[in-house]
């Protein structure tokens, strides 16, 4: 069992930045490739980036490709670094976890989920 607890969100101005975390209680961090979803009201859930099990590699929806950046750490940490924010990413994010072969971003079917952080652009 994965437990994930994302933290971060918040109110951001356009064009401003937010970093949001993923905390993940689980012994084989490594063994997971993680995600990063968002759901704006009224509208379906959906991938916003991806990394591989060990962070290798990782995949962006082409609508914040450029400005969102996944990074992770060895402390069983995954974050998302927001820039150049938009009114268009108001949304509640959640992070994902799925354990998978090595070295492969997952945009789909993930196993575990955490509870969402809810991030706020306008002026």
């Known amino acids: 069992q994965v437990q994930l607890v994302e933290s971060g969100g918040g109110l951001v101005q356009p064009g401003g930045s937010l970093t949001l975390s993923c905390a993940a209680s689980v012994r084989t961090f490594g063994r997971y490739a993680m995600g990063w979803f968002r759901q704006a009201p009224g509208q379906e859930r959906e991938f916003v980036g991806g990394s591989s099990n060990r962070g290798g590699y990782t995949d962006y929806a082409d609508s914040v490709k450029g400005r969102f950046t996944i990074s992770r750490d060895n402390a069983n940490t995954m974050y998302l670094q927001m820039n150049k924010l938009k009114p268009e990413d108001t949304a509640v994010y959640y992070c994902?976890?799925?354990?998978?072969?090595?070295?492969?971003?997952?945009?789909?079917?993930?196993?575990?989920w955490g509870q969402g952080t809810q991030v706020t652009v306008s002026s």
């Open positions: 994902a976890a799925k354990a998978t072969v090595p070295d492969v971003v997952v945009w789909n079917e993930y196993t575990y």
